[in-house]
């Protein structure tokens, strides 16, 4: 049996106090509705995915581009039985299952949907719903059972009597329905007379109201329906996806020093044998070969590391890569498409930005190369600083294969160092530097014999 699914991700999300509407804010480095959107794919084809909007729609349809999935504008958003039924139109064409999903539920398993899935198709119920037990209920619908098992209703928590709070089974809000009675139905939910909202909950009671029967899947990890709705619980979804990924990245050989201080985003991939020291953030899409190591306090984010490359301690890379043996930091600065080729080495204060390191070179200390090109097997003594901004625009600096560029040299971009040549310390380059020449640019030095004994007499002191 196919299966549609819908995804609710109209809403504003007041409790965030946000400027930005709730489903994307970010856990485990992805947008709330993300994390979502790619569990709905167990289930459902992209075609089959409809994803509600209603605030900041061009916002949250702009983030999900990638995914395939299609949209469905709400309009101004009056509750979840409002936003199901905005899609009416659309979906009325798929049979069979129809599943829906909250857009701020970001910890929902693959697993879990096709359980649901599997649950609902191999019963002759109207509907199957998420539920578990949680320790604290508030702020969720609660799950009215009859002595037969069967939900009858969902109340939402506040329009519930002092007897109904008590009841610790809640509605995730997740559900699965034969997709031609809830179209046939969905229009008869009214109002809530308190709050004016249409509440999908609705549907249960109506649903049985017609003497069909409504199901539960109750699920024992309560953390897989947590649903976001402030940022204490976006705090708590974060935790929990991140130590998704670290328990897989361990389990998959890789070695994570005090795991539990270590941030890594979802499509963060790190190879076998590879070290990562506490206090390590690996974000966005850093990519780690085998057999690397990543120091203390170190952030990647966009990297992309090859076998046996060593990031040390505090070191910042940002969009830039490091070769196979290559080696940065402690304190190095990476950004804008650097990259340092097999074996470079690049050492504490150095910064790259938008450079290509040669392979086997080296700037170990206190260096700024900016829009540049260095050959490989290369030396960049420290303090050597690019100048590559007049003001105005950016100009590259190119430094030949085996150049040795001597400490403190201030090379004034554009301009080239040919291969092999020398730049003796302290230089300030303006010209082009042929293959194999030492270029001197720094005045000469002048030496004052005995000049200091002569001021001692002139002044009358002893030493
Ligand atoms: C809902 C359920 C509640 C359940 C809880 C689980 C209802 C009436 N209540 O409550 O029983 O325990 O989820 O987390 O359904 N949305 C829209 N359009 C709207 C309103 C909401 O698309 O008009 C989307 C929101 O963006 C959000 C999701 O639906 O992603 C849930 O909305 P929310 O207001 O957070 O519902 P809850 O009050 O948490
Ligand atoms: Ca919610």
């Not at 539920?131 to 037969?148: H, M």
């Not at 057999?291 to 490359?309: E, K, S, T």
Request: hydrophobic share 40%; net charge neutral; aromatic share 4%.
């Amino acid at each position: 049996m196919k299966t549609t699914v819908v995804i609710l991700a109209a809403g504003f999300g007041t409790r965030m106090r946000s400027k930005q509407v709730k489903v994307l804010h970010r856990a485990g480095g992805l947008p709330l509705v993300e994390h979502v959107t790619r569990a709905s794919k167990a289930v459902a084809e992209p075609e089959r995915t409809i994803v509600v909007t209603g605030h900041q729609a061009d916002d949250v349809e702009r983030a999900l581009a990638g995914n395939g999935v299609s949209f469905v504008r709400q309009g101004p958003p009056q509750g979840t039985g409002h936003a199901l039924a905005a899609c009416r139109e659309r979906a009325a064409g798929f049979d069979g299952l129809l599943m829906v999903l909250l857009g701020d539920a970001p910890l929902l398993t693959a697993q879990t949907l096709l359980q649901l899935r599997d649950t609902q198709a191999a019963s002759n119920r109207a509907a199957t719903l998420l539920t578990t037990t949680l320790p604290d209920p508030s702020g969720y619908g609660r799950v009215i059972v009859n002595p037969a098992g069967d939900v009858t209703a969902i109340v939402e928590h506040k329009v519930c009597t002092p007897q109904q709070r008590e009841i610790r089974v809640i509605n995730s809000g997740i559900y699965c329905f034969q997709a031609k009675l809830l179209w046939d139905h969905i229009a008869k939910i009214q109002p809530n007379p308190i709050s004016n909202e249409y509440y999908l909950t609705d549907m249960f009671e109506i649903l049985t109201g017609l003497g069909h029967r409504i199901g539960e899947m109750h699920i024992p990890d309560s953390n897989e329906l947590l649903g976001i709705n402030t940022r204490v619980e976006l705090a708590q979804a974060d935790r929990v996806l991140r130590d998704r990924k670290r328990r897989s990245l361990m389990l998959a050989g890789v070695t994570l020093e005090q795991p539990e201080t270590i941030t890594i985003d979802m499509d963060v991939e790190v190879g076998q044998d590879t070290v990562v020291e506490p206090f390590a953030r690996l974000l966005g899409t850093t990519k780690i070969g085998d057999d690397c190591r990543v120091g203390a306090g170190a952030i990647l984010d966009g990297a992309i590391l090859g076998n046996n490359a060593a990031v040390h301690a505090y070191t910042l890379v940002s969009n830039s890569s490091i070769a196979s043996g290559a080696e940065v930091g402690p304190f190095s600065r990476l950004r804008m498409n650097s990259a340092v080729e097999a074996d470079g080495r690049i050492g504490n204060f150095v910064e790259l930005k938008n450079t290509q390191f040669g392979a086997g070179s080296k700037s170990q200390h206190l260096a700024y190369l900016g829009d540049s090109t260095v050959g490989a097997g290369a030396n960049i003594g420290a303090g050597t600083i690019t100048c590559n901004y007049d003001g105005v625009a950016k100009h590259p600096t190119h430094i030949g294969a085996g150049a040795f560029v001597g400490s403190n040299s201030t090379l004034v971009a554009p301009v080239t160092i040919g291969d092999d040549s020398y730049i003796a310390a302290g230089s300030v380059i303006t010209e082009e530097v042929p293959p194999e020449a030492l270029a001197l640019g720094r005045a000469r030095q002048t030496l004052k014999h005995e000049w200091a004994k002569r001021r001692k007499q002139q002044h009358g002191k002893k030493h």
